[in-house]
């Protein structure tokens, strides 16, 4: 069994809040986005004889971990609103 490192596709985005927060966090609901029209593509190839079924396995994994951790943002994200919002001021 061969065990390769996850290397991420690109540097994660300062964790400052702000303006660049709201972009970074834009570009991973993007990024899950064509990780989900990838991994379609890669289905409708396999179905048609034109690709093979380890290549739409991955995408499809790459695709679902992608929207996981976009879904995980968001999830965080409403929760400490949530927080602030309940807060007594």
């Known amino acids: 069994m061969r065990i390769e490192p996850i290397v991420p596709d690109r540097a994660a985005s ?7 927060a709201g972009a970074g966090f834009a570009q991973l609901v993007d990024a899950a986005g064509q990780a989900l029209a ?3 593509g890669a289905e409708s190839a396999f179905a048609h004889g ?3 079924l380890q290549e739409m396995v991955v995408a499809r994994a ?3 971990i992608t929207l996981a951790v976009a879904a995980t943002g ?3 994200v409403a929760q400490a609103l949530n927080t602030l919002l ?3 001021i």
């Open 14 to 20: 300062p964790a400052a809040g702000g303006p660049a």
């Open 38 to 40: 990838t991994a379609d």
């Open 50 to 52: 034109r690709g093979g």
């Open 62 to 64: 790459r695709a679902d």
């Open 74 to 76: 968001a999830q965080r």
């Open 86 to 88: 309940g807060m007594q």
